[in-house]
């Protein structure tokens, strides 16, 4: 019997150098409006005077192990794969914002076209073909790293395995498959 594909990501912060491709791929691969965004990069300061370095960290949904956006949804418009991929059913998603309320990275929008609440679903429709994600695609420094973490030969496994890496906000106990590395 063959594993089943627990899908994540794993950003290394030593390579973003902040070009915003992974944003505007995502935008145009899921045709996003304009006023939202399915992921976006923070920018910030590091250090102290005159010793600053400007720091980039892509967000995006973390794909949790425990989303507690699937938990609180009243329609159950909000699931969790068995690969691991957090989705939002559009069929079934009132816009009630609930799901919006419990992330605690603020994750999701509402589509203002269309009322329902959206999110990185690490474009599935791709992902589904065998295919990576946009964001990660368009990374021109290899930044962002997708694939099977129960594929023990898979880069993002093998990255792992060599790598100390981290989560945001592990305290929440969603328990995050996006997942830092900064040396």
Not at 34 to 63: A, D, F, Q
Not at 104 to 113: A, C, K, V
Not at 133 to 147: D, H, R, T, Y
Not at 170 to 177: H, L, S, Y
């Amino acid at each position: 019997m063959k594993a089943t594909k627990r899908y994540g990501m794993v950003i290394d912060l030593t390579k973003c150098i902040g070009c915003h491709s992974c944003e505007l791929s995502c935008k145009l691969e899921n045709k996003v409006p304009l006023s939202v965004w399915r992921m976006w990069v923070k920018e910030g300061i590091k250090g102290h005077y005159p010793n600053v370095t400007k720091v980039y960290l892509p967000l995006l949904c973390n794909h949790c192990d425990n989303p507690t956006c699937v938990t609180v949804c009243p329609v159950k418009a909000s699931i969790k794969r068995e690969d691991g991929i957090v989705i939002v059913d559009p069929h079934r998603c009132i816009g009630c914002r609930y799901c919006m309320a419990a992330c605690p990275y603020g994750m999701r929008h509402i589509n203002p076209l269309i009322g329902i609440v959206q999110k990185c679903d690490f474009c599935l429709h791709r992902v589904s073909e065998g295919e990576k994600p946009a964001c990660v695609l368009s990374c021109p420094n290899g930044a962002m790293i997708f694939g099977d973490l129960n594929d023990r030969f898979s880069e993002i496994s093998k990255f792992i395995a060599t790598h100390r890496v981290t989560v945001i906000k592990e305290d929440t106990g969603n328990i995050p498959f996006c997942l830092l590395y900064t040396s």
